[in-house]
């Protein structure tokens, strides 16, 4: 789809709506029955050819994630985790350094920090958003910080308006943790293409997801995408001759071959993903929850992907929420229970419980629902259903009920057509 366009409108519940028995929180099956023949195709042309690691499939999946995502260089490499690293490494953090980064966040995100010898520097974030806090990172930069890294969490940017000034007064570049939000942009610029570079995952559950491990980085500077390239080989160019020290992070070419197939139907799932988010607010609107459950909104300034839909779930009580839930088998997760500043292995880093409210709030209140594309209507009814059941929550007067779900942000657009792996000769 290339324009603005509104999913219908759910019909208003009734009593007597029938819940459905179960809804997974992923169901990845879905998206592999319609695929199915394709991938085959696709990994026994790799092991047809033999060539397993850095093969064809490698260098044309960056050429076409590079045509997607608008930007001169996409480096792939074996994992997202891989991706923050090598980034790091590339631009020089290493012992006594400090970056700047959230703490409501997946574990790479500090954990690449700390395997470079660096410390991780943590920031609260927005209580509505759950982005990273543009005015406490101001108040976080040191004269010893070597890079900020804002992740665009579950699907939305970051403000990129406030952290891209706070970075260029203090000299510092910004690494995008861009792992849940491949597509997302930015005043019609997509996230990797922002700051100094972008890291993506192909984790089977993100959006665009392998059948394994996978990961890529993205980037507009010519030395930054050289450097990325050697390192992610143990720095070696000719082969046995070695510049740098570098990792062993390549991207397998069977996994290339899978995400080949997948990328050209990108947008859509992902438009399909907008469809139920705002599907979603229409529902929970349609019952007296609003003192219970707050929905997360939509991105203005930019397109939200939505790798996950979060609510927030007042009066502590989240996690009986998800206890019942559960015991209708309704798929539900938590990101994150435990803030990284709280996690065991940081106790070194001398923070405490208290030292950033709006981040310990979310790690309490937060509840992921499903929100994959193939997800139907009837399995978000049941999903509100069952949360507003929880509530003894009724449904309003049809008057007081949303009459129109708003209209999706006009999504982007693949600026080059990228063609099904089985178009593309290798």
């Known amino acids: 789809m290339t324009s603005a366009t509104s999913p219908a409108v759910p019909a208003p519940p009734t009593a007597n709506s029938a819940l459905l028995p179960s809804v997974p929180l992923l169901a990845l099956d879905r998206q592999y029955a319609v695929l199915r023949d394709e991938i085959r195709v696709a990994i026994e042309r790799v092991c047809d050819s033999g060539r397993f690691v850095l093969g064809p499939d490698v260098s044309e999946l960056e050429r076409e994630l590079a045509a997607a995502l608008d930007v001169p260089h996409a480096i792939s490499c074996a994992s997202g985790s891989d991706a923050l690293l090598l980034a790091l490494m590339a631009l020089g953090v290493g012992s006594g350094d400090e970056v700047v980064l959230p703490s409501y966040t997946f574990f790479a995100t500090a954990s690449a920090v700390t395997r470079l010898g660096a410390v991780p520097i943590f920031a609260d974030i927005d209580p509505t958003t759950y982005l990273i806090d543009p005015a406490d990172v101001r108040r976080k930069v040191s004269r010893r910080c070597k890079a900020i890294v804002p992740v665009h969490l579950f699907g939305r940017t970051a403000d990129m308006d406030a952290l891209l000034p706070i970075a260029e007064a203090a000299g510092v570049p910004i690494v995008e943790d861009a792992a849940q939000s491949i597509l997302s942009t930015w005043h019609g610029r997509c996230s990797g293409r922002l700051g100094d570079i972008g890291c993506f995952s192909f984790y089977p559950t993100k959006n665009l997801g392998g059948a394994g491990d996978g990961g890529f980085l993205t980037t507009t500077r010519d030395d930054l995408a050289a450097t990325l390239r050697l390192l992610r080989v143990h720095g070696m160019e000719p082969r046995y001759y070695h510049d740098l020290v570098g990792i062993n ?77 559960a015991s209708c088998n309704v798929g539900t997760e938590i990101y994150y229970p435990v803030p990284l500043h709280l996690q065991k292995c940081f106790t070194n880093l001398g923070w405490s419980q208290g030292d950033l409210p709006a981040t310990e709030r979310a790690a309490e209140e937060t509840l992921a629902l499903p929100i994959f594309p193939e997800l139907t209507e009837a399995e978000q009814r049941t999903v509100v259903g069952r949360i507003a059941e929880f509530f003894s929550a009724t449904t309003k007067p049809p008057k007081a009920a949303a009459t129109a779900l708003p209209a999706l942000a006009a999504p982007h657009f693949l600026r080059r057509m990228v063609g099904r792996a089985d178009e593309v000769r290798s």
């Open 249 to 325: 992070s390549r991207l397998d070419s069977i996994q290339a071959a899978v995400l080949r197939v997948k990328l050209p139907h990108l947008d859509r799932w992902t438009t399909e993903r907008q469809e139920n988010a705002a599907r979603y607010a229409a529902l929970f609107a349609s019952y007296d929850l609003a003192e219970h459950i707050t929905v997360p909104t939509d991105e203005t300034r930019g397109r939200h992907v939505w790798n996950q839909y979060v609510i927030r779930v007042a009066d502590g009580q989240r996690d009986a929420l998800r206890k019942h839930l």
